[in-house]
Each structure stands twice: as structure tokens, then as C-alpha cells.
């Protein structure tokens, strides 16, 4: 794969990097994680160092095709210098939309962030003008922003098909982990939760063929336990799940690939029922697994080269029900295998077990486009880069 450390720079003196600046935010506009930023750190500081003028693009929100408020980075701007100790100046809408980027190279300062590509139309339309409005005026383009690169919008698809682009270093660690999972001849276990089988079926399908276990948990596997005959109370369920639980079945069975369910759960009433003692009569909610489906676990985990985690095994957002996953997350921590984790909950189910990142192989900062990635398919920001 092309790296940035293997670019001679001479001729090269303005770069633009599309990261994902669309961090979380409370309700004063507070950064409440800054792990996307720092994320990005390393290849600013790199282009910095090459004595390049930087242009940073990023969407926040899902704002339409024009200017608003609530989704400016004017809002956020000093809470990115600050983390990223770097001083960054705004191009504004105004600015762009009456100058384009004719001030961008003759000015003394050297990082510059244009407000959220989605107030631009054409962005979203991959179109081919913008994105030359913007790439005229550069002589590299890097992509750092893995988790936005699903979308097939002109900043991560056809700006870097304009004109030289490379993967940023974080990006690179993004695609190596991801065709970890999906190519290693290695021994692999996915661990998979969250609510609804309809928006992983196709990253499920991919995982019956590449790994030898999967364990479903989190409310999903609601259905599944239903689907099996085991009563599941008044849990969550997602209507007309059988069908896409037969095909993950028939899958799993033509490709030698065994899935595993939770053998206990915690309910509503915070107590916990091994499955066979599940009864149709009463009313309950399943909200977590207990310590026979953490054994489970333990052992899967043990006899796995490379495990991958997605998504929480239980209603985390309350503290009677976020211990079978932080029991996981901790179990992961102390694995020899190697850890790939990815999707926002699951990084909120790993802090809440209050351990750091660092303890894992690879944790992503990217939720559609991990489960994207996982499938058989090419992202469109992954494709503009050719990476060959
Ligand atoms: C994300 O938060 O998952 C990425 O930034 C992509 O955002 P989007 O789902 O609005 O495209
Ligand atoms: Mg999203």
C-alpha cells in the first residue's frame, strides 16, 4: 500500500486532508470525545513537518446542502486547536462561497479547516466541479477519515481521485485491520451485538465465511434465541428477522462457521435466568448476559488467533445491564489474540469498563464504515485511493 513516507515532497506545497472531524457533543457544543481528533494528529503533524500549507475537510452532522448554525465548526474550532495544539483557522461558508480558496495560499498561516463540507452542494452529489474547486488549489490529497469512507461524496471519493492521494496513517491502520479479519488464514472469532439483525446481516453473511466462531449478543440475539424456540419474553425483537437468521444459518453451515448464542441473560428485574429456564408465561426483558455466556466467551476467546468486536452485549446506558459487556471488553484486554474492535457503542461499552485503547490490537473510530468494510464490498473512499 502507497504511504505518505515514501512521497518526495519537493514540489509539493499544499495538501489537503479530509478527516472526521463529526465528534460527539453535549448540549453547550462541549467535545465529549476527542478520540477522532487525536486520531488524526499524526498525519497533520507529519504534513506540518514537510513545511505544507494544510487544508483539513470534514463533515459534522448531517446538515442540508447550506449553511447552519448548529453544525459550523465555527462552534468548535478553538476545542481543535486546543486538542490538537495546533493553531487552526476557520474558512468560513462566506468566505468559501465568495472566494473559493484564492486566499488560502498566500496567507501567513499554515492549517486551515474549511466549515462542514455538507453546507457545499455537490459534496453530497460526488460532484465533479466542486470537488475541482477545491483540489485546483492542491498538490496532494490524503484521506484520514476511514469512518466517513461509505459515503460516496465528493471530499472522500472523487477529490482524491483528482489529483495524487494517499491514505492517511491512521486510515493505513484502518485497512490493515479490517483485511486482517477478512483474508488472515489465522483462527477468528466475531463477537457481534447491538440491536437489529437487518443492519449487519450483510457484514454477518461476510463473517460466516472468513471466521470459524460467531457469537451473537446484545438485543439481536433476542431474535435469534426466538428463532431457536426459547421464549423471549417482552425483549426487544425486530419484525421479520427469521428469514435473515436462515440465511446467516445456512451460510454458517455451508462454510464450517459455528454460531454461538448467550447460555444465560440478565432480565429487567435484574435477575439472571440460564436460557433453558426461560418461560413462556411471564413477562420479561432480556437486557444483558450473565457468567455461563461469559465462560462462553472466555473459551472462544482462548481458542482464537483473531478476534473481532462489534457492538454491546446489553443495554450499557444503564449500569445494571452494562456488566456482561465490560466483563467482555475486559476479557479482551488480557487476550494474547489479536483484538480488532469497531462502532461507537462498543468504544462507549469499552470506556465505561474504563480501559484504554491501547490494550487492544486495533480499536476503530469508525461505525458504518467498519461494518461496510467487513462486507464484500469496496468503499468509495477506500476505491479512489487505488490502493492496489
Ligand atoms: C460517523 O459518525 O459514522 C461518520 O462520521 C459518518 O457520518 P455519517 O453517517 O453522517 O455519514
Ligand atoms: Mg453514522
Known amino acids: 500500500m502507497k504511504s505518505l513516507t515514501e512521497i518526495n515532497f519537493q514540489n509539493i506545497k499544499s495538501v489537503g486532508i479530509r478527516v472526521d472531524f463529526n465528534v460527539p457533543i453535549d448540549e453547550n457544543f462541549v467535545i ?51 486538542t490538537l495544539n495546533e493553531k487552526i483557522n476557520l474558512i468560513t461558508f462566506d468566505d468559501f462561497s465568495k472566494k473559493s480558496l484564492s486566499h488560502f495560499k498566500q ?38 477519515a476511514f469512518s466517513a469512507s461509505h459515503r460516496s461524496h465528493a471530499s472522500v471519493n472523487q477529490m482524491a481521485k483528482n489529483i495524487l492521494s494517499l491514505p492517511g496513517f491512521n486510515f493505513k491502520k484502518e485497512i490493515i485491520a479490517i483485511n486482517e479479519i477478512k483474508n488472515s488464514s489465522k483462527k477468528k472469532l466475531a463477537i457481534i451485538g447491538g440491536s437489529k439483525v437487518s443492519t449487519k446481516i450483510n457484514t454477518l453473511l461476510s463473517l460466516t465465511q472468513s471466521c470459524s466462531n460467531i457469537f451473537i449478543g446484545g ?6 434465541l426466538k428463532f431457536k424456540g426459547i421464549p423471549v419474553g417482552d425483549s426487544l425483537l425486530e419484525a421479520d428477522s427469521d428469514k435473515m437468521i436462515e440465511e446467516i444459518y445456512n451460510n454458517a453451515k455451508k462454510s464450517g462457521c ?12 435484574v435477575e439472571t435466568f440460564s ?68 462502532g461507537g457503542d462498543t468504544l462507549l461499552a469499552i470506556n465505561i469498563a474504563g480501559i484504554n ?32
Open 357 to 388: 485503547f491501547d490494550q487492544f490490537y486495533f480499536v476503530s473510530t469508525a461505525g458504518g464504515a467498519f461494518l461496510e468494510a467487513l462486507e464484500d464490498k469496496v468503499l468509495p473512499g477506500v476505491e479512489a485511493l487505488n490502493l492496489g
Open 32 to 82: 465529549t470525545d476527542t478520540t477522532r481528533l487525536l486520531r488524526a494528529a499524526e498525519t497533520i503533524k507529519f504534513i506540518k513537518e514537510k513545511k505544507c500549507k494544510i487544508l483539513l475537510i470534514s463533515h459534522f452532522g448531517r446538515p442540508k446542502d447550506n449553511f447552519e448554525n448548529q453544525y459550523s465548526f465555527q462552534n468548535l474550532i478553538e476545542q481543535f486547536s486546543k
Open 275 to 342: 436460557i433453558d429456564k426461560l418461560s413462556s408465561n411471564s413477562n420479561f426483558k432480556i437486557l444483558d448476559l450473565s457468567d455461563s455466556s461469559i465462560y462462553l466467551l472466555d473459551n472462544l476467546i482462548s481458542k482464537s488467533e483473531i478476534v473481532l468486536w462489534n457492538g454491546p452485549m446489553g443495554m450499557i446506558e444503564n449500569e445494571n445491564f452494562s456488566r456482561g459487556s465490560s466483563k467482555l471488553a475486559s476479557l479482551l484486554s488480557h487476550s494474547s489474540s489479536q483484538v480488532v474492535i469497531g
Open 219 to 224: 438485543a439481536m440475539a433476542n431474535n435469534f
Open 107 to 144: 496567507s501567513e498561516e499554515n492549517i486551515f479547516l474549511l466549515d462542514n463540507i455538507r453546507f457545499f452542494k455537490g459534496e453530497k452529489t460526488n460532484d465533479m466541479n466542486f470537488s475541482q474547486s477545491i483540489t485546483d488549489q492542491l498538490d496532494l490529497y490524503i484521506n484520514e
Open 258 to 269: 459455528e454460531i454461538h448464542l448467550p447460555l444465560d441473560v440478565v432480565t429487567d428485574k
